[in-house]
């Protein structure tokens, strides 16, 4: 192979390693977007939700909700026992693969209430 074509070919391989490199910060780039602009689903009180974090606090459930600031939220989750009490500061992350996996569901209901009654008193 001549010097020529040495060169030629050493010129090619550098020109596709920059475009490799910008083709990976241009991913980077799109992946920081849709981080930006994700919408994390969520279920309160049988009405489906949007959030824009994957984590949301007790306290914030019941603002999407709607609810008194003094009232509790619990977490359904599937399966028998009680559904867990989230605390105002507590945090559930939303992400569709945390557990419980799918999207998440809660309930805000008056203090003195039992959670198994759908939040109505008995």
């Known amino acids: 192979m001549s010097d020529e074509m040495r060169d030629r070919e050493h010129?090619?391989?550098?020109e596709i390693k920059h475009d490799v490199e910008e083709i990976e910060e241009l991913?980077?780039?799109?992946i920081?977007?849709?981080?930006?602009?994700?919408?994390?689903?969520?279920i309160v009180n049988r009405v489906e939700k949007e959030w824009p974090h994957r984590h949301i606090e007790g306290r914030q459930i019941l603002g999407l909700a709607g609810s008194p600031?003094?009232?509790?939220v619990n977490q359904l989750v599937p399966g028998g026992g009680e559904d867990p009490e989230i605390?105002?500061?507590?945090?559930?992350?939303?992400?569709?693969e945390a557990d419980p996996r799918g999207?998440?569901?809660f309930q805000t209901r008056?203090?003195?209430?039992?959670?198994?009654?759908?939040g109505l008193e008995r």
Do not use: F, M
């Open 27 to 30: 991913v980077e780039e799109l």
């Open 110 to 118: 008056k203090p003195k209430t039992n959670p198994g009654a759908g």
């Open 11 to 14: 010129e090619i391989e550098r």
């Open 69 to 72: 600031s003094d009232w509790v």
């Open 87 to 96: 605390g105002p500061e507590q945090s559930v992350d939303l992400d569709v």
């Open 32 to 42: 920081d977007i849709e981080k930006h602009n994700r919408k994390y689903k969520l």
């Open 103 to 105: 999207i998440k569901k």
